[in-house]
């Protein structure tokens, strides 16, 4: 994780330096085309690799991380930025699709699990050796069959849309850019300008990094034999896609005005107080040492709120970002959010090494 967003992170702030120049649609279709060609790879890996060595092994999945971290570079960059200069609608659009790339993944988990039963093992050692790399492959392939998809939909709506882009991505005489700021703005000047959702959508999205840890270590109270969700290899992705669930609909919900919130300072203060999920989750069945609350729906619930709020604080502020400058700046306003979601992911990640559960 932290090789993922420290990755990311680097390719967004090379590409935040390159404001002049930057041809916004050019580097999402990029990043669409790594995106699907990591996960081809990754797909092909499942059922061609099995007979390599570990450290092989280890070697090729930190390197497909690494593509994978660039290609979400781009797509920070360029989305946030391209978006950034249109109304805050468009960023919510975006924001959403997140997480729906959030939520596919899991609903594909979990149907590969359930419909490509384990092997029985012989003893505990060999329980994680037993599951069967189909599921992976199918997950992997699920997730580049969206990939592909979106590139061809991206594809085409440039096709249709070629004057406008050329409009908003090439300087005409005596004509601003739509969508690039009259001058770079240094990283400094835009914190200056937005330091409250600077802050929020820093401190938001690393206090979520919390969230995987406690959900990959966290069992059913119920014996494994007293339902299918009870396994743990239902009950870790059914709590990752209950997360994620929440997480889409705060994002959805930023759509609607009468439910969007545009107040800064009420924004900075919602991602504060959601460091009180960190002490709720300890509460849960981790690592089948027994739950201080004995109720797989309040772990459940704890999950559910705890993305509907991140999705909904972050959300909010990644579309009142650009409103907050000038309209010949929103361009690079959105592309600064866009950075300082990545930040604050690699720093969530970073700091998720301290957590011992």
């Known amino acids: ?20 120049s ?23 890996s499942t059922v061609s690799f099995t007979n390599i060595s570990a450290g092989v092994y280890l070697a090729f999945t930190l390197l497909m991380v690494l593509g994978t971290a660039v290609s979400a570079g781009f797509f920070q960059n360029g989305l946030f ?28 988990q979990m149907v590969a699990v359930l419909a490509i039963p384990p092997k029985a093992p012989e003893s505990q050692e060999d329980k994680s050796a037993s599951a069967s790399p189909k599921s992976a492959f199918v997950y992997f392939l699920t997730a ?3 990939s592909c998809l979106a590139l061809s939909l991206f594809v085409i709506l440039v096709s249709r849309h070629r004057e406008r882009f050329h409009r908003s991505n090439h ?42 840890v406690f959900t990959q270590a966290t069992l059913s109270v119920n014996p494994p034999s007293s339902s299918v969700l009870s396994r743990p290899e239902v009950f870790i992705p059914f709590s990752f896609l209950i997360w994620n669930t929440g997480d889409l609909i705060g994002r959805v919900i930023c759509g609607f005005p009468k439910i969007a919130c545009t ?48 999705g909904y604080v972050g959300s909010n502020t990644m579309m009142l970002g650009p409103q907050l400058v000038p309209e010949e700046e ?19 990640s970073a700091a998720s090494f301290l957590l011992s559960v």
């Open 171 to 212: 300087q005409t005489a005596g004509e601003p850019e739509a969508n690039e700021p009259k001058e770079t703005l240094s990283l400094l000047v835009l914190i200056k300008k937005l330091p409250l959702p600077a802050y929020t959508i820093f401190f938001n999205f690393a206090l979520t990094m919390v969230f995987p």
């Open 22 to 44: 930057a041809h916004y649609p050019r580097r999402i279709i990029i990043a669409l085309i790594l995106n699907s060609v990591v996960f081809i790879l990754f797909a092909l």
């Open 81 to 108: 930025a391209y978006v950034g200069s249109f109304d805050p609608i468009y960023t919510q659009g975006v924001m959403s699709g997140q997480g729906v790339a959030g939520v596919l993944p899991s609903i594909a």
């Open 1 to 20: 994780m932290t090789v993922s967003t420290g990755a990311t992170l680097i390719t967004t702030l090379a590409l935040s330096y390159l404001q002049k």
């Open 330 to 348: 929103s361009g690079a306003a959105g592309g600064f959010m866009g950075l300082c979601l990545v930040a604050g992911l690699a720093a969530g």
């Open 263 to 310: 107040n800064p300072k009420i924004l900075a203060i919602a991602a504060t107080v959601r460091v009180v999920y960190v002490p709720l989750y300890w509460l849960g069945n981790i690592k089948g040492r027994g739950a201080k609350v004995q109720s797989d729906f309040f772990y459940e619930l704890v999950q559910f709120t705890f993305g509907l709020t991140n």
């Open 144 to 146: 580049t069959a969206v």
